[in-house]
């Protein structure tokens, strides 16, 4: 008689932890949703829009959105990825997704006040809004849950230091997108440590052959100039081709990184770059939207995410440039 008691409540306590498991998976509140909506392996299927101010054949887009369709793949989102370098038209793409009622959106802000309304209707609209790369001083007035990049004073500071420590005593810094206050803040704190005379100077990266020849003509037209700063990948390349054909011995170094800089790094033609790690601000943008849509989760505590400043040299160019190969640095 015992051991049958015995074995009903055994029985019992059975049944009461299934029904507790089966209500404690189904009201978890990060439990991955099972719908086919995203079509990846996360499960999650939310709709994230991600609007950059990325030109059209700007390797370093390329591979943010390398990590964002990577991120989207994991979660198992659906990703909707659009870009233009005109402000008010990306303030379009912006509200267009918010039209779509999509359920978070990463933006980058290099013109933060011509998308301020944009982005915040979306807030209004209950639409989580991260910001990447730029903007990262009005992220939060905006209303976004955080900014994912890296600190465009401190690295820009790093920069003129190290130009500084190379013996530069004159340089100029190639601004490659009008009205980028990203940019132009990397050319201020650079100028801050240098310690000597720097000069920006304007080019269009859509128009990369233009770009060099402008950079060849003012080292040609100032042969004092020893020192040349660049703020992309693309513009480097160019930069150390129009110090050749100037004949100038100006050290080059860039921010940003592709393929072409690692391997400018690794021969000796470009002294460092400062990576800032695209791939993550796309990858964990995505993927911090995910965590605060199924858990409220936010990284940051109320500050910045950084992805760099991260300096590739001649000692990590190799191992660095074979990355850079697959699209992910």
């Known amino acids: 008689m015992r051991r049958s008691r015995r074995w009903a409540s055994v029985a019992a306590l059975s049944a009461t932890m299934l029904v507790l498991a089966a209500c404690s998976s189904d009201n978890a509140v990060n439990a ?56 008010q038209k990306q303030a379009q793409l912006i509200d267009a997704a918010v039209n779509q009622k999509v359920d978070g959106l990463v933006v980058s802000m ?24 730029s903007g990262a001083s009005r992220s939060k007035e905006f209303g976004a849950l955080t ?8 690295a820009g500071a790093a920069v003129g230091a190290e130009l500084k420590n190379q013996g530069v005593k ?10 980028n206050v990203g940019l132009e803040e990397r050319c201020a704190a650079v100028a801050g440590t240098l310690g000597a005379p720097i000069e920006n100077l304007q080019v269009d990266i859509n128009n990369l052959q233009s770009s060099q020849a402008t950079i060849k003509a003012k080292l040609q037209a100032d042969t ?11 513009v480097a390349t160019v930069a150390s081709a129009a110090i050749g ?11 940003d990184l592709n393929a072409d800089v690692a ?18 601000q796309g990858y964990q943008a995505v993927v911090m939207l995910t965590q605060y849509k199924s858990n409220l989760n936010v990284l ?13 040299t001649k000692d990590n160019a190799a191992q660095v440039a074979q990355l850079a190969a697959a699209g992910t640095r």
């Open 32 to 87: 991955e949703k099972t719908t086919d909506a995203g079509g990846g392996k996360g499960g999650y299927g939310y709709k994230i829009a991600v609007v950059t101010h990325g030109a059209a054949g700007d390797a370093f887009w390329s591979i943010v959105k390398n990590g964002v369709e990577k991120a989207g793949a994991d979660m198992g989102d659906t990703i909707t990825y659009a870009s233009d370098g005109d402000p």
């Open 110 to 133: 290099a013109n933060p006040d011509a998308l301020k309304a944009s982005v915040e209707k979306a807030v209004a609209a209950g639409i989580p809004v991260i910001t990447i790369n």
């Open 147 to 154: 900014h994912i990049g890296q600190d465009e004073k401190v």
């Open 170 to 179: 004159k340089a100029v810094c190639v601004i490659h997108e009008a009205g």
């Open 224 to 234: 004092a100039i020893d020192g040349v700063v660049t703020l992309g990948g693309p």
């Open 245 to 255: 054909e100037a004949g100038s011995s100006a050290k080059l170094a860039t921010f």
């Open 263 to 280: 391997k400018a790094v690794q021969d000796g033609k470009i002294l460092f770059a400062v990576d800032q790690q695209p791939y993550l």
């Open 300 to 312: 940051g505590g109320g500050q910045q995410v950084l992805t760099g400043p991260a300096l590739v």
